[in-house]
């Protein structure tokens, strides 16, 4: 049966039978017009891979150079550029606020011309691939709230994950996975930052097979995969028939559509038993390619093991796969911790990009590069020669994307010269997750869930599309 | 897409063409879908003026003369030809809006319009009354009724089994015992139903049950939320929960002790505890931020919970704005929010609490009888100790003058100060992958370089010709550490978790001394410097590093003064174990030499002062003076006042650390002065606008006479019998509890937005008796099951499922899936691995490694270790619950967070929940012990181990068809395991506790699996 006659099953099972309490009308809610296409038009992207960065990166250390800054070294930031806006109370108290022009040299690479910094050599060659945003934009000011906004277009807890939104809206595009996938690493640039939470891949309201399901990095990599210890393949195989020829038989008396719907789960759960670990066994990955990601490709939980395992995910129609990395969380010693970050990352993120384009995947993989929000020019703690820190900054940051409908080699917004304020195109989060939606083939504004009485949307009521980063 | 609405206008259940339009039921759900976000109550979004919730409005001319209603005249309506209308321009709803109206929507508004255009009140804010249909009612004349109407027959009564299991597993969560399903079905007598109904309304499990969903609305947890989501202790308050169902508190009563429980007269502790309910929102202490921000936030769940939990009102909507769909406004929002805006609590979590775990003030302590008692029995015995403290200290005068000739001697004696060691080396013991140690211009060193999990200096002196009696470690803040405090933690603090001291003679062996006492001049708030006495505490010496940045002195004071011959090296090791990182920055090492009892932190300044007036001849002295010779004699000479004393302290310290471990819960306490409240605009707490005082929704009934305005008033407006909304609220969610389904599907909201009920005259006579029995839980519980309608078999025919796809008319008995908690509960209850223990505080089962420490490093919440013995085996609703890393299982099982408030759970049927059942180490060992059960009390031959095991597990007998499944599947698993006996083993050693040795291992392991099958059947995990 091909994935697609099963969503169109389930489709038809739905609503044959309106199981699943009064919220779980429709597993696909596109596509439950029985329409032949289950997005709104023609999708640029099937897939996505976004790398969260949790902790937020520092912009212009990073992607957005501010070369003039090094006249005003540790000058007060001007209360023209400041303009009142509210800090963090890690740095409301200082009594000044120096400027910290960063110590990374940055040039321009590709034919785009697009400035990267030093600490990102292997993103370098692959400039052209790019579309850097560096006027992104977000309402809260500290990393619970960000990050929560950016995944679920609210700063509290309680609304779906932008993944449960795609599962929900376009259903699994295969049979032996999940539809949304999660992979966290902690990073080496400061192994102790902030946390994640469950509610960054939860379903929300959304009825709960939308959750993410996130990849454990010790243990079964999804939850009670392995059979118990006594247990073989052959064993479960004999249980499970014997499982479901009783389940067969009390549907015959009961009636109640529900049970052959559980017995499917049963035999879904048997395919993933051997789908899971066949996805995450990269022994058989060549040499060259295992290279191409880093050593660490080979330790489990890294950021370069998970991005191979993204590329594995996505050659398997996994909708949406989600890394988040932790440790950009740099309130002092920068120079230092944001080394090990792009340590971390920025081999395994260009070996992740050339490896999908090699393939031809990423003709139709979105990639999404970005944290929760920026940090200040404004150095937190004292400033020296060789060290900084900076406090959270909301008013800019930059994110990349690659990849399916991204207008590639280009650097989209700008920031003025303490990267403090956006000067033009500003992005905010909305815009970005309804130009995520809109290359997936999804109108933000009509896929929408009925909750509570009112019919939410992942961009609440806002999000304009940023048609400037559409090819 | 389809909405829910649309469905349900056309389902089978409402769709009644040929008769008369109902307001309410037909076309209400329509405008308030389709077209009240543009001409609703909210003012600002209102389009062209016209407003369509009000019939006086919308009968009345546009601007442009059109008038959008003439009643009896849809061809004069505006309305009505912007819904028939071809012209894409003109068309209403516009299609942007994406919710066109179907022909049948355009049909019943015209059709309406042709009747007149009656309105009726939303009918959710009209009080409920008694039907007017003649009686006498029950649920089954209503739903008889109804059926009758579709032509449909009420199915027949569930066998005696089923119903047993159905009844249990409703009002305990537990499935009967075997005896009990054969004492119901052999009881002849009348009332054999009834009898079991009564007993389950009695068990103490009853409470638990009607707990579980209570949990949910009240986001209750043992977590803080947000970062670092660290523990909390509220599980008083959930007891309270639990036995205030068990006492059957009349729902009102239990609902004013949790609004307002703390401004009732002569409030006691319970009705204290009791507003815990509103102290369960998260607390936020993330660093850096703004407090007043999150007091807000705080208050703002307080009142959308309010408004979910007992009026199933979405009031979240008019945060920012006026509801779109409902009558309430903004203001009225920030009039409920004053209720809840005088409390003291400061809104974020601050300090060790944030850390370490802890309650956030206010807090009330909680206490059993047994040890209120024995407290009260300490207290007693200290009394007596410093009664004969107060006899010794009769003395003081002549010990002094004993001790004094001595007294001068030494102190003359002693050196004056600290002297700062000349070390030889100071380094790191990880060498190059530890802190760089170098030495700065005062003696001190300070840490550069990298800055590893858990480091440890190593500090080699030689030691000071005088000997040495203790130690003085300074630490120091220092612009390069961070947060310019005093440790290399990101945020500045440090956890000093060993403080060695060894010596070694020339050419000997290190050897370790031990130390007598600490004292530090501050420690931070669970991390006492004595914790470094206590090497198993886990933890050591903190100084809150990210908040004080000031210098600290710690003392370590020898039991044994050191003496030893020259070129003796005293070793020094500074160790950092308790968590990652928290390194000490900048450090000063000094020693001391003088007699124990008079060394002090801050150096020889009181030794100086007791030395000149020991120089004074006793009688000149002043009465100052002999004060002060007088204290320092108390606090540092050994004497039998002394040892009184001591005893005397050591006796209040065990009361004072009985008292604090007694366990606390986090309360409302009103503020003596009312806070100003304000609209908030666009919900930010910076943007206020204007000033509200508390007040109520226009829409509802106004206080009831004589009800104060505050918090309890507004308690008491919850459950007053004018309110329209809490008493439908209650039985419509009970409805949803037994029947799968609330009469108004919406149960978590009754607004305008929310279905017309299926039958609405039956929601209104439950409401309407549920307050006249006054607000009696366990009766409402009893009449819902008590009813023929809740008795029904559930089998489904095709042409029902055609019918009535969803069983809302209830012709048949109500089939779905246990909760969460259930399926594990049932599963342990039926192995007999269940510790039915009651209350109490939370405890940890297995759960998979790495569930708490793969995504933070933040908090107390990480390293889970589960629980051995009966915290393994205790009900779900006690296992610990971490927000942001909530129990995994009951994730896959549809369960929220707990971050907020949530009065619905989605029911869903998925793979993962399917490998939880099979793999998941609670339930492989469950089903072990359940085959242990069955082989030991099943009989003898497979066939009748069977049929007990089935009948164990789904109350029923097996067919023949069932019996030949699962006995070909055990024959085929008992081959397999005797070829692998190692493989059975494994299986059967699953689990913490032990199979019984006698039992063969290989049949053992065959019956383990054929008890898994039985446990993950369709039936068991459904109550059918």
Known sequence: MTSSTLQLQDRLNRRAFLKHSGLALGSTALASQLAASPTHFAPKAKRIIYLFQ??????????????????????????????????????????????????????????????????????SKIADELCFIRSMHTEAINHDPAITFCQTGSQLAGRPSIGSWLSYGLGSANRDLPAYVVLTSFGTGRREDQPLYVRLWSSGFLPTQHQGVKFRNVGDPVLYLSDPAGVDRGMRRGMLDELSALNQHDHQLFGDPEITARVAQYEMAFRMQASVPDLTDTSKEPQHVLDAYGPEVKTPGTYAANCLLARRLAERDVRFIQLFHMGWDHHGGLPNAIKGQCHDTDQPTAALIKDLKQRGLL???????????????????????????????????????????????TTYGETDDYCYNITRDPVHVHDLNATILHLLGINHERLTFPFQGRDYRLTDIHGSLVKGVIA | MRSLLFLLITSPLTSRAAEKIVFNRDIRPLLSDKCFHCHGPDEKERKSGLRLDQRDSALKPAKSGAVAIVPGTPDQSELIARCFTSDEDDLMPPSKMGKPLTDREKALLKQWVAEGAEYQGHWAFIAPVKPTTPGPHSIDTFITARLAKEGLQPSPEADRATLIRRASLDLTGLPPTAAEVDAFEKDPSPNAYEKVVDRLLQSPHYGERMAM??????????????????????????????????????????????????????????????????????????????????????????????GFTWLALSLNCCRCHDHKFDPISQKEFYQLFSFFNNTSDRGTI????????????????VSDQATTLKLATMQKDIDAAKQQAAVARKDLVKLIAEWEPQALK????????WTPLQPTQVVSKLADKGAILSLQSDGSYLASGPNPANDTYLFDSPLPKDGVTAILLECLPDPSLPNQSLGRYSNGNFVLTDFDVFIQEPGGNPVKQTLARVAADYSQKGYEIEKILKRSSGKGWAIDGNSKKDPRRAMFVLQKPLQAPENTQILLRLRHEAIGGHNIGRFRLSSASAPPE????????????????LEIPTAKRSAKQKAELEKFFLANVDSAIKRANDLASAKQKALDDAKNKLPNVMVMEEMPQLRDAFILSRGEYDKPTIKVSMGLPAVLPPLPKGAPLNRLGLAKWLVSPSNPLTARVWVNRAWEKFFGYGLCKTTENLGSQAEYPVQPELLDWLAVEFMRSGWDMKALQKQLVMSQTYRQQSKVTPELVAK??????????????????????????????????????????????????????????????????????????????????????????????????????????????????????????????????????????????????????????????????????????????????????????????????SLNASELAAYTMTASVLLNLDRTITRD
Request: aromatic residues 8%.
């Open chain 1, 54 to 123: 949790s902790g937020a990166p520092s912009q212009m250390d990073l992607f957005d150079p501010k070369p003039q800054m090094e006249k005003h070294r540790g000058e007060d930031l001007p209360a023209s550029i400041r303009l009142g806006q509210r800090l963090t109370g890690m740095t409301s108290g200082q009594k000044t606020f120096p400027v910290a022009p960063s110590m990374f040299k940055f040039a321009q690479h590709g034919q785009g011309g697009a400035w990267i910094s030093e600490l990102m050599p292997n993103i």
């Open chain 1, 363 to 409: 003709d139709d993989t979105l990639i999404v590069w970005g944290g929760e929000f920026g940090r200040t020019i404004y150095s937190q703690g004292t400033l020296t020669e060789t060290n900084y820190g900076r406090d959270h900054h909301p008013r800019c940051f930059t994110v990349f994307m690659a990849g399916a409908g991204v207008k590639k080699g």
């Open chain 2, 213 to 306: 969903q209570w949990l949910d609305f009240a986001r209750y947890a043992d977590s803080h939320g947000f970062q670092t989501d660290s523990s909390r202790s509220m599980w008083p308050w959930r007891d309270w929960v639990i036995r205030s169902f068990n006492e059957n508190k009349p729902f009102d009563q239990f609902t004013i002790e949790q609004i307002a429980g703390d401004l009732l007269p002569n409030a006691t502790l319970d009705q204290k505890v009791a507003t815990g309910f509103n102290r369960n929102h998260r607390i936020n202490g993330e660093g850096g931020i703004i407090g007043e921000e999150w007091r807000i936030e705080n208050i703002i769940d307080r009142v959308e919970t309010t």
């Open chain 2, 350 to 365: 601050t300090g060790s609490s944030n850390r370490a775990g802890g309650n956030e003030d206010p807090v009330i302590t």
């Open chain 2, 410 to 417: 030494n102190l003359v004696q002693a050196p004056n100060a």
């Open chain 2, 598 to 613: 008079t060394l002090k932190l801050d150096g020889d300044m009181q030794l100086a002062a007791v030395k000149a007036i």
């Open chain 2, 804 to 997: 009535d796809p969803e069983n809302r008319l209830l012709a048949r008995g109500p089939r779905f899936r246990l909760a969460g908690e259930l399926v594990r509960d049932q599963a342990l209850a039926l192995s007999g691995l269940l510790v039915p223990k009651i209350g109490g505080d939370s405890v940890r089962p297995y759960m998979p490694e790495g569930v708490w420490d793969e995504t933070s490093k933040y908090g107390n919440l990480r390293g889970y270790k589960n629980d051995t013995g009966e915290g393994l085996y205790r009900r779900t609703m006690y296992t610990i619950w971490k927000r942001t890393a909530a129990p995994p299982t009951m994730l896959l099982f549809d369960s929220p967070s707990r971050e907020l408030c949530t009065v619905k759970r989605s029911r869903t049927n998925t793979p993962l929940q399917a490998l939880a059942l099979l793999n998941e180490v609670t339930f492989v060992e469950a089903a072990r012990a359940l085959a242990q059960r069955i082989i030991q009390e099943g009989g003898s031959s497979p066939e009748a181990r069977i049929a007990y095991g089935y009948r164990l597990v789904t109350a029923r007998q097996p067919d023949a068809d069932a019996k030949r499944i699962l006995l070909a599947g055990l024959n085929q698993r008992l081959a397999e395991f005797k070829a692998s006996p190692d493989s059975a083993t494994k299986l059967i050693n699953t689990g913490e506790s032990k199979p019984d040795p």
